[in-house]
């Protein structure tokens, strides 16, 4: 079955075309500037079996981008989608699973829209413009917070007013579901572990979002994110955790304007906000601490927060298999994976600084002999995650090719 | 010499007349409850007969950088106060007011005051620092709340050694009202859970504890809400109180085998695991744990959640991870520590 994969952003369009269940990546590519007129046109970076091309057109709409997509990939009859998923980043408390899309499911789909305002209201709109042009081809949704619908009470409550929380559906519901579950089956394989028993903190590192997530018996029992991507690590430009105090204090300095500062608090707080030059933890961690205080404080508050986690984790999945590094930062960046776990020999943790400075390819284990629990560095793919999820589901609702 | 204890609160003002010897505590010769100070002074009046007071010693919530150690309140620190009230306006403003009420109802005694953020002052930049805009306007860093506390604590510690060898990575918790825990290396703080004011963190009795961020900012949008009246619902309406619907103490909350107490128990003692957690991480090991506050009482259930799980992750025999209570309470902390500020002691250095 050849499962499209579409990724949708607020200005961009990602896709993949993958052949399930052999999990074979036959096209790829993404429609840049989709949406209101830019400098810029619009363009479609194509790739396929072993081809690159890039097409211009203005896209003034997500319907609009789908359809070009569809077009190039219907050229070559190898190529024809079967099956389309889509990931959502938030299902709210109406979605604790990945679905297939009938009319019941995308009506309840505009429920939860608000929950996460940037990706959510494109994403369904790319949806209603599948289903009104191939109404025939089965679509499934994956959402980025299913994986976490398995956090218990206490880690998922907030110690809030009963009625208050039930109203507002505050309570966590964690993110990067999507890559924490991947990379927990990756690392089950590469250790030999049945998922079903695997203990982990999965470290999802990217060069924006990222958080860490504890893993049981192949389930997620803890996320770093909470109610909204924003709460937990120090990120590009998320500031994470912060006193409840601050947040109403920066309210009021706005003027009650608790958009805006939920704007900044998104935008433009985290490594850029303390540097103001830089959200890249690249860039920091390799400046002269000595010339520049400010670059290096920064790399600290970021690195720090993730071992304060980190330990948590560490305590919380009881004696774990493995830690897994993965997506951008965490796949790429020795220094972050050094400065995280150096020094935590007491908690079965010690990296091995060769193996860590010289990864040639992924899955890797990063880990002394030693060690006890095991240091991998693992490439996520979401799109791979939401092909096998689409896969399964068509599967059991008995609609595969 | 004796010391009068004023420790004011959300709800009033606890006093006790206090005995030292040498600067530790002999005795408490009362303690009470009043609504304020010219009520402390009527029931003083009220009394046949009490001893001389020597000093006052004040427990202050907020001292900043500037109080690395419990002070005589004199002309040149009532002025550096002052200095503080932008940084922490309620709890300073509260201070002075108590501090100004003392000196009109007592002008000859000398007043000192013990701060409870003295101990964090060093604490490192990269946990004091939130990830904000350098232009936010916002020059909040985190503190903890319990500073006198957690330092009895560590003195209890280095007592109980007495001669042995005493426990460098310590695990500080102090159960009162509003719970906090402070990973603590050779007496010096590197990690501590209550952030920039005492709500961050643990929950506690009436105050939300560690919440998304985004939460405060979407209620104080609410225009049914706003943002003073989700200040109340977050330090006043939540924690214990908000998840049971009715006032709870910590106390109730860790020893009460109510069905419902068991969800509120659970919750918190998870989030003590994950501060203890980050405490591992942050000492890269530990040595001792060890409870003090209002409720140290009662910090069997919690060691008893806590501590196998913690031998568990350092691969320690079952039984070796030792914890102690601290039995020290905040009135004769804050008594010694007038008493050692009047002196010009130090606190004894282990």
């Known amino acids: 079955m050849r499962v499209v994969v579409f990724n ?191 203990r982990a903190v999965s470290c999802h590192l990217g060069s924006g979002g990222a958080s860490l997530c504890a893993i049981s018996n192949g389930r997620s029992l803890d996320n770093s994110m909470g109610y909204s991507p924003l709460q937990g690590l120090v990120m590009s430009t998320r500031s994470g955790d912060l006193d409840p105090s601050i947040a109403l204090s920066l309210v009021a300095r706005a003027a009650g304007d608790g958009r805006a500062i939920e704007s900044m608090l998104n935008r433009k707080s985290g490594l850029l906000g303390l540097t103001g030059i830089s959200a890249d933890i690249r860039d920091l961690i390799t400046a002269d601490g000595a010339s520049d205080n400010a670059l290096a404080r920064a790399a600290q508050v970021y690195l720090w927060r993730i071992r304060k986690y980190l330990g948590s984790y560490l305590v919380v999945t009881r004696r774990p298999h493995c830690i897994i590094f993965t997506d951008t930062i965490g796949e790429k960046i020795p220094a972050v994976r050094w400065a995280v776990t150096a020094g935590l020999a007491a908690l079965g943790v010690a990296i091995d600084v060769r193996k860590n400075a010289e990864v040639k390819s992924l899955p890797a284990d990063l880990a002394t002999p030693a060690s006890r629990v095991r240091i991998l560095a693992i490439a996520t793919n979401e799109e791979i995650a939401i092909a096998r999820a689409s896969y399964n589901l068509l599967r059991r609702a008995g609609r595969p090719s | 010499m004796n010391a009068l204890v004023l420790i004011p609160g959300q709800v009033g003002l606890r006093y006790a007349s206090v005995a ?22 009527t029931a003083l009046a009220a009394r046949s007969s ?73 604490l490192p930049a990269r946990e004091t620092t939130y990830a904000l805009p350098c232009d936010s306007g916002i020059a909040a860093r985190r503190w903890g709340y319990h500073g006198l506390f957690h330092e009895a604590a560590l003195d209890h510690l280095a007592a109980m050694a007495a001669g042995g060898e ?112 980050s405490a591992l991480a942050a000492l890269e090991g530990l040595d001792a744990i060890v409870f003090s506050g209002r409720y140290a009482q009662q910090a069997a259930p919690v060691a008893e959640y806590l501590v196998p799980r913690l031998e568990q992750t350092l691969d320690l025999d079952p039984g070796t991870l030792p914890w102690q209570i601290c039995p020290a309470s905040l009135t004769t902390i804050v008594a010694e520590a007038g008493v050692t500020a009047l002196l010009g002691r130090r606190a004894p250095e282990p």
Do not use: W
């Open chain 2, 20 to 41: 030292l010897e040498s600067g530790a505590v002999s005795s408490v010769a009362f303690r009470g409850r009043a609504a304020s100070l010219p009520d402390l002074q």
């Open chain 2, 166 to 277: 005493r426990p460098a990575r310590v695990l500080s918790i102090c159960l009162d009202t509003r719970p906090e825990i402070a990973a603590v290396y050779r007496r010096t703080p590197l990690l501590v859970t209550s952030g920039s004011t005492p709500v961050e963190g643990l929950p506690g009795e009436h105050s939300c504890g560690d919440i998304d961020p985004a939460i405060p900012l979407a209620l104080a949008s609410d225009p049914t809400v706003g943002p003073e009246r989700t200040n109340i619902m977050l330090t006043q309406e939540s924690g214990f109180f908000g998840l049971l619907g009715r006032p709870a103490t910590l106390a109730e909350v860790l020893t009460s085998k109510r069905a419902r107490m068991n969800k509120v128990r659970e919750l918190l003692l998870y989030r003590m695991l994950l501060a203890a957690g």
């Open chain 1, 8 to 198: 949708c952003g607020s200005s961009s369009l990602k896709y993949r075309l993958i052949d399930m269940p052999g999990e074979t990546e036959l096209a790829a590519g993404e429609a840049e500037r989709v949406g209101p007129k830019t400098a810029l046109p619009g363009c479609i970076h194509h790739t396929a079996l072993g081809g690159q091309e890039d097409h211009t057109l203005a896209m003034p709409d997500h319907g609009t981008a789908f359809l070009a997509v569809m077009k190039l990939l219907e050229r070559d009859a190898r190529l024809v989608p079967e099956a389309i998923g889509h990931r959502m980043v938030h299902g709210g408390p109406l979605f604790k699973d990945h679905v297939v899309v009938d009319e019941t499911v995308f009506q309840r789909l505009h429920e939860v829209q608000d929950l996460a305002p940037i990706h959510n209201p494109p994403a369904l709109r790319l949806l209603g413009a599948c289903r009104q042009l191939y109404p025939n081809l089965p679509e499934t949704v994956v959402f980025d917070t299913a994986f976490h619908s398995t956090i218990g009470a206490a880690a998922r409550e907030y110690a809030l007013p009963y009625r208050l929380a039930r109203a507002h559906g505050f309570r966590k519901y964690g993110f990067h579901g999507t890559s924490h579950q991947y990379v927990a089956e990756e690392a089950a394989k590469f250790l030999g572990v049945p998922l079903g028993e695997l």
């Open chain 2, 50 to 122: 009490h001893p001389a007071i020597d000093v006052v010693s004040m427990r202050a919530l907020y001292g900043g950088q500037d109080f690395t150690a419990p002070a005589v309140l004199d002309t040149a620190n009532e002025n550096r106060l002052l200095g503080l009230l932008r940084q922490a306006p309620l709890a300073v403003a509260q201070t002075r007011a108590l501090a100004e009420q003392a000196r009109s109802a007592f002008p000859k005694i000398p007043i000192t005051l013990a701060f409870e953020t003295s101990f964090f002052v060093n």
